[in-house]
């Protein structure tokens, strides 16, 4: 009874280390490619940003900005967020189903999740789990650019593992 416990504890270890360990990967990938608008990146006019005049009415959303938006707590809360709302898929389950759902949605000026697309999803209801438990995440601290909030762009890897 001891080994399973124990072993349950290091699968899930095991699965948020991993998690973590992509999660600082992507940030580090925001981070080397400086601040870019999706519009910028799409027709390869990379230019320096700078600060929008007071005319400037666009809402672009942004990928990288001057303070990202963060979930309430930070990154080990939203860790443990996934890790408590995540339901395995009976049917994944049955097929021993396990991998990688990409998300990508915009944290708006609000601090909310919008616009969830996945970017490389699994079968089997995985993917449609992944999108639910993000629309059931709490509002964000929204990210900010020359000192307000904009819409930002986030990618979020979830880890679907069987224990």
Same mark, same amino acid.
């Given at each position: ?58 809402? &672009?959303?942004?990928?990288? @900005?001057?303070? %990202? #938006?963060?979930?309430?707590? +930070?990154? *080990? ?51 449609? &789990?992944?999108?639910?438990? @993000?629309?059931? %995440? #709490?509002?964000?601290?929204? +990210?900010? *650019? ?18």
């Amino acid at each position: 009874m001891k080994r399973r416990s124990s072993k349950k504890i290091k699968d899930k270890f095991s699965m948020l280390s991993k998690f973590i360990t992509i999660f600082l990967l992507v940030i580090s990938v925001f981070r080397t490619y400086g601040q870019l608008t999706t519009e910028q990146m799409s027709h390869g006019n990379i230019k320096d940003v700078t600060p929008p005049d007071s005319t400037d009415q666009r809402k &672009e959303v942004l990928t990288m @900005v001057e303070k %990202m #938006p963060v979930f309430p707590g +930070g990154e *080990q809360a939203m860790l443990r967020f996934l890790s408590d709302s995540l339901r395995y898929p009976k049917e994944a389950r049955k097929k021993n189903i396990q991998g990688k759902v990409y998300l990508r949605f915009i944290v708006t000026p609000d601090g909310d999740v919008s616009n969830i697309e996945v970017l490389r999803g699994l079968p089997e209801g995985l993917s449609e &789990e992944a999108i639910r438990v @993000v629309k059931l %995440m #709490p509002k964000w601290i929204s +990210g900010s *650019q020359f000192g307000k909030n904009v819409p930002v762009q986030f990618t979020l890897p979830i880890n679907f593992v069987l224990k």
